[in-house]
């Protein structure tokens, strides 16, 4: 018999005599929701919170049971953390829940402060710092972030997530000899590791290491074999080492891997651009704008690509994209320069746009002609 249903008809039982013990909704709302019923389980929080407005577990409770919904809930989810922490402002673990709502929000600051507030309650766990420093990662505070995994490492030496993404934020700030000690203690902690393998490969290629950066991206592509990202940077260390045709290989196989991988296509089509294979650069191109629509570069050497292919007015539409994403980042001097290179593609479009006309018309009157020659030729064959 499952424990859970054991517990759960034990409280509901007790309930049938003490149906005012806001205790015990609490606790059938947290048996229904490890059932996965979750509709009935806030229904007996609500009922729980009905009775005892201050009780801090239903609300907690209440909290988690709406962020395993979905996303969608983070904001109702967070509003029940904040109702729990009213009461008991330094309970660590409602602390997490509520830093996990505010992630769900995307309120990347909130969710550090929260943390910072875990990290003062809870100085030795090294789980907090390590979230710590990611985000402050994500957000560029790169010597806090080193600080933080520092920290991390103080408390236990052999987390490879804090040395790998300590050798990132390192790499970063430009710490190129810090950077590459960090991401080598990550592969031999764990030599199976293929992300550590990947940012050691990262690393001694931003360092100007293309010899250790294949080796090192060599190792990881052993490990993990359908990881795209491994195949990019490959790509990239043959560019700096300018064997340009062996990076479109490392791309292109990481287009194999991921279809619809952004940075992938990106480097693919200025490798292509400066082999001067064009039509293969505008479909890189072309599949980059797809998905992503808020690159101003990539629309200029997007249109740049089509104006060598002699397709002015796709050069004319790229330009006129680039020239509103240049003007709404502020970017004066790169919006008058491709609105001339827009202008000068819109006057080659107009003449192509005549040509094209004009083309059509002699087709068409020769159609016709023909079509007439023809007609006196089978009017002749019915006389005879």
């Known amino acids: 018999m499952d424990p859970v249903d054991d517990s759960l008809r034990a409280v509901e039982k007790h309930l049938e005599n003490n149906p005012d013990d806001a205790s015990a909704w609490n606790a059938k709302g947290v048996f229904l929701a490890q059932k996965r019923e979750f509709g009935e389980a806030i229904r007996c929080l609500d009922r729980a919170l009905s009775l005892q407005p201050d009780l801090t577990s239903a609300h907690a409770n209440r909290g988690r049971v709406l962020l395993a919904l979905g996303p969608e809930k983070a904001s109702e989810a967070l509003q029940s953390f904040e109702s729990a922490l009213n009461q008991t402002p330094d309970d660590i ?14 309120r990347t600051e909130d969710e550090l402060s929260c943390y910072r507030r875990m990290s003062e309650l809870a100085a030795h766990e090294w789980g907090v710092w390590i979230r710590i420093g ?85 190792k990881a592509s052993e490990l993990d074999p359908e990881d795209a990202t491994v195949e990019n940077t490959m790509g990239m260390v043959s560019y700096k080492d ?26 693919l089509g200025f490798v292509l651009m400066e082999l001067e294979d064009w039509e293969e650069a505008a479909k890189a191109f072309s599949g980059y704008t797809l998905l992503v629509k808020n ?32 003007k709404k980042a502020g970017n004066v001097a790169e919006v008058e320069r491709v609105i001339a290179l827009g202008r000068a593609a819109r006057i080659n479009c107009s003449k192509q746009k005549k040509a094209d006309k004009e083309h059509r018309e002699r087709e068409k009157s020769q159609r016709r002609f023909s079509d007439r020659h023809e007609l006196r030729k089978k009017k002749k064959r019915r006389k005879k």
Request: aromatic fraction near 8%.
């Open 93 to 106: 673990d409602i602390l997490r829940d509520k830093a996990a709502a505010l992630h769900a929000l995307g």
């Open 242 to 267: 300018g064997k340009l045709k062996e990076a479109v290989k490392h791309l292109r196989r990481a287009l194999i891997r991921k279809k619809n991988y952004p940075a992938a296509m990106r480097n």
């Open 295 to 326: 690159d101003p570069d990539m629309f200029d050497a997007k249109a740049t690509a089509y104006a060598r292919l002699d397709d002015f007015c796709t050069a004319e539409e790229a330009w006129e994209r680039a020239r509103k994403l240049y």
């Open 134 to 218: 990611d985000i402050e990662l994500e957000l560029g505070k790169f010597d806090l972030a080193i600080t933080s995994y520092n920290k991390a490492i103080e408390i236990k030496d052999d987390l490879v997530p804090a040395f790998v993404r300590r050798a990132i934020a390192l790499a970063m700030v430009e710490r190129w000899n810090d950077a590459i000690k960090s991401a080598e203690t990550a592969t031999k902690l764990d030599p199976e590791n293929s992300e550590a393998w990947l940012i050691r490969g990262d690393v001694h290629l931003k360092a100007g290491k293309h010899k250790s950066a294949m080796k090192a991206l060599k």
